[in-house]
């Protein structure tokens, strides 16, 4: 089983813009499909986005789609996800999780990191 580390959270206005990034290691990381999951406080687990192993495929939640962009970097076994005219509802706790297959993007997942925190406020 591998590890995933993930960074690039923070605090931000509304409207504001955060990159973050997944680093995973001991596992074929081109051979799967990755997935970002977020959880606020008191609320379930929300998968957000995900993407095939090759990169080519993307899906979104509704409540996030034409705002956030999932992109990968195979050669350097991180994943990303651009947050982009972020809204209140979207402070959580964001991890990036390993899919099950190569085309398993969407939950359930193999597991996840330990996650990077999201605030967004004014």
């Known amino acids: 089983e591998g590890q995933l580390e993930e960074s690039g959270g923070g605090l931000v206005q509304p409207g504001g813009s955060l990159r973050l990034s997944c680093e995973a290691s001991?596992?074929?990381?081109?051979?799967?499909?990755m997935m970002w999951v977020r959880q606020a406080p008191g609320k379930e687990l929300e998968w957000v986005s995900g993407?095939?192993?090759?990169?080519?495929?993307?899906y979104y939640a509704d409540s996030v789609r034409g705002r956030f962009t999932i992109s990968r970097d195979n050669a350097k076994n991180t994943l990303y996800l651009q947050l982009n005219s972020l809204e209140t509802a979207d402070t959580a706790r964001y991890f990036c999780?390993?899919?099950?297959?190569?085309?398993?993007?969407?939950?359930?997942?193999?597991?996840r990191g330990q996650g990077t925190q999201v605030t967004v406020s004014s």
């Open positions: 001991g596992f074929r990381f081109s051979t799967y499909a």
């Open positions: 999780a390993k899919g099950q297959t190569a085309v398993s993007a969407r939950l359930p997942y193999n597991y």
């Open positions: 993407i095939d192993s090759r990169g080519v495929t993307t």
